[in-house]
């Protein structure tokens, strides 16, 4: 314990509290962090489980037209005919002893924290995806 307690015109300071608000103050900041993180994953797996709904929907509804229609019928895309497909990212939400990790990427507009994660190719199946960018 420090023995340098300063004299103030209020009463006495005393180093050693101030360093334990400080870490109360770290602490806390840090448990913030973790439920922003864990909210950001939350919507980050809804958004992907969205994506993957509207795909089976849109097979389902291509293989329902191909038996009603006799033929093939193309792939709809996420907002219709002409429009770029939908792209599936896969992340991952990493956690030990308490920590998240996270990677930081560089913006133009500033650096920026994810969760590690890639966007699939092509009929590329999200295990395989995962992997391949928790290696990298």
Avoid: K, W
């Avoid at 870490?23 to 973790?34: C, F, G, K, M, P």
């Avoid at 489980?49 to 389902?60: E, I, N, P, S, V």
């Avoid at 913006?107 to 999200?126: H, N, T």
Wanted: hydrophobic share 35%; charged share 35%; glycine share 8%.
């Amino acid at each position: 314990m420090r023995d340098h307690i300063a004299e103030t015109g209020v009463g006495r300071y005393d180093p050693d509290h101030d360093a334990a608000l400080q870490h109360a103050l770290r602490r806390e900041r840090h448990r913030r962090d973790v439920a922003e993180c864990a909210r950001e994953a939350d919507h980050q797996a809804r958004q992907t489980t969205d994506a993957a709904h509207r795909r089976l929907a849109d097979a389902a509804a291509r293989r329902r037209r191909s038996a009603h229609l006799g033929g093939p019928v193309p792939a709809m895309t996420s907002s219709g005919a002409g429009s770029r497909p939908v792209r599936v990212r896969v992340f991952a939400v990493l956690v030990h002893d308490g920590r998240v990790c996270l990677i930081r990427r560089r913006r133009p507009a500033g650096d920026q924290l994810s969760f590690p994660g890639g966007v699939a190719e092509d009929d590329e199946d999200p295990t395989e995806v995962l992997r391949r960018e928790l290696l990298e």
